[in-house]
């Protein structure tokens, strides 16, 4: 089984910084991808950022230049570092990850952690 689990999210004023984390557990062999998904209110789940094993990124326009998604492999763990915060980007942030355990490719979502931006 694999588990993952996000941390650090909390309440912060306009302009703010939070870094969030991802902890992957369990079997596994290799990350073969993470990435940020968040769910604002009353909108639709949106991807944030996305890295690869390479550490290749990908970010969304509405957070390009603002945050930093990073990887620790050693740690089986992925970081959004956010920067410049705004009121919109309150939402619950998950972390989502491409994981090999067992010779099998697997989709795995963490519960989610909330981060709320505002004055």
């Known amino acids: 089984q694999v588990q993952l689990v996000e941390s650090g999210g909390g309440l912060v004023q306009p302009g703010g910084s939070l870094r969030l984390s991802c902890v992957a557990s369990?079997?596994?062999?290799?990350?073969?991808?993470m990435e940020w998904y968040r769910q604002g209110p009353g909108k639709e789940r949106e991807l944030v950022a996305a890295?690869?094993?390479?550490?290749?990124?990908n970010y969304a326009d509405s957070v390009k230049g603002r945050f930093t998604i990073s990887i620790e492999n050693a740690k089986n763990t992925v970081y959004l570092q956010m920067n410049s915060l705004k009121p919109e980007d309150t939402a619950v942030y998950y972390c989502?990850?491409?994981?090999?355990?067992?010779?099998?490719?697997?989709?795995?979502w963490g519960q989610g952690t909330q981060v709320t931006v505002s004055s």
């Open positions: 890295i690869s094993r390479s550490g290749s990124t």
């Open positions: 989502k990850s491409k994981i090999f355990s067992r010779s099998l490719l697997g989709i795995y």
């Open positions: 369990g079997r596994i062999f290799s990350i073969e991808a």
